[in-house]
């Protein structure tokens, strides 16, 4: 079975503070994903990366940047977090030649 | 750009019923998938059904039906026998294929089944 782990569940910050999530997979997938998912939005996309030190914007990229130095791990960055990032966060991979996509478990950050 | 739009934020359906949730998309790609993920209260989002767009015939995973109208850009998920744990948030999604695309979610639906 496809293993996508996300290091928190829950996550509590300060404003300003400096937050790493991260997520690493077991399959070897080449894409790496992170969404925010809150209340009436559905999902959106962050960024995405399709190969190692490889990534592209996603929709609401503002106020976060990313980090894939493995194929296995892709961490999103919160530069200086803000009380408008407080959400869920959703890593996901797929191998690139075919279509399914694997989530973690979420990460919901709280920032105070 | 491709959109996804789930219009429908809740719906409820009694235990052993049948419900459909709705979802439609835009898109001028003429090849794509189209996937219904679930996401239980345990938030582990897992896949449901993926539809291919080439393929005439309606994607069936037991319970779990498609109504794909690649003309009126429209996918629809049927569930059947309904379950207690069949409640959850479902996302509808679209994606081009090739190797490094990516999907795109609807708002999502809220279905709760009552005993």
């Known amino acids: 079975d496809v293993k996508v782990t996300q290091s928190s569940r829950y996550l509590v910050k300060r404003t300003g503070e400096k937050v790493f999530l991260e997520c690493v997979q077991d399959?070897?997938?080449?894409?790496m994903f992170w969404y925010r998912q809150d209340p009436g939005l559905g999902l959106r996309l962050i960024y995405f990366?399709?190969?190692?030190?490889?990534?592209e914007k996603g929709d609401i990229p503002e106020g976060y940047s990313v980090s894939r130095e493995k194929k296995e791990r892709f961490s999103l960055i919160l530069e200086s977090a803000s009380t408008n990032q407080t959400s869920m966060y959703l890593c996901?991979?797929?191998?690139?030649?075919?279509?399914?996509?694997?989530f973690g478990q979420g990460t919901r950050l709280t920032v105070v | 750009a491709q959109t996804v739009t789930q219009s429908q934020p809740e719906m409820s359906v009694q235990e052993a019923e049948t419900v459909t949730l709705s979802c439609t998309y835009d898109?001028?790609?003429?090849?794509?998938?189209l996937f219904w993920y679930k996401q239980p209260p345990s938030r582990q989002m897992i896949l449901v059904i993926r539809?291919?767009?080439?393929?005439?015939q309606n994607a069936t995973e037991n319970r779990f039906s498609v109504n794909f109208q690649k003309a009126a850009k429209s996918f629809s998920l049927k569930i059947s026998d309904s379950q207690l744990g069949d409640t959850a948030m479902y996302f509808c999604?679209?994606?081009?294929?090739?190797?490094?695309?990516?999907?795109?979610f609807g708002k999502g639906i809220t279905l709760s089944v009552r005993p």
């Open positions: 996901a991979s797929r191998r690139a030649v075919r279509s399914e996509a694997f």
């Open positions: 399959m070897d997938h080449e894409n």
């Open positions: 990366s399709y190969d190692v030190k490889m990534k």
């Open positions: 898109t001028s790609e003429s090849n794509y998938y």
């Open positions: 539809q291919e767009a080439y393929k005439q």
């Open positions: 999604a679209f994606m081009r294929p090739g190797a490094n695309s990516k999907l795109t």
